[in-house]
Nanobody, 125 residues
Framework: QLQLVESGGGLVQAGGSLRLSCAVSGRPFSGYTMGWFRQAPGKQREFVAAVTSSGGWTSYADSVKGRFTISRDPRKNTVFLQMNDLKAEDTAVYYC??????????????????WGQGTQVTVSS
């Protein structure tokens, strides 16, 4: 079992930056693909970014390409999401997730096996 705990959310003005962290415990996360998803009120959960177990392959939603960067630190068992040039439409609860298939950058929430509790990101315009 993995436990995922997100942190780093908050309130920021449009154009600002935030860095989300997801601390993983229970076992080393080295074999898992790690992903970030988000869910705004009244909307379905949507894919944001993912990174394979090796860190060698990443994938991003078109809406965040060029603004967000996903990374992982195996020494700290932590995955990060650096978010720059934030927009009001980025407002959502952000979730960290782990996928057993370490070679996949799936964009489907159903492919992910473990989830954190989420952290709120609010961007004021």
């Amino acid at each position: 079992q993995l436990q995922l705990v997100e942190s780093g959310g908050g309130l920021v003005q449009a154009g600002g930056s935030l860095r989300l962290s997801c601390a993983v415990s229970g076992r080393p996360f080295s074999g898992y693909t790690m992903g970030w998803f988000r869910q705004a009120p009244g909307k379905q959960r949507e894919f944001v970014a993912a990174v394979t177990s090796s860190g060698g392959w990443t994938s991003y939603a078109d809406s965040v390409k060029g603004r967000f960067t996903i990374s992982r630190d195996p020494r700290k068992n932590t995955v990060f999401l650096q978010m720059n040039d934030l927009k009001a439409e980025d407002t959502a609860v952000y979730y960290c997730a782990a996928n057993w298939n370490g070679n996949s950058v799936s964009t489907y929430p159903t492919d992910y096996n473990y989830w954190g509790q989420g952290t709120q990101v609010t961007v004021s315009s």
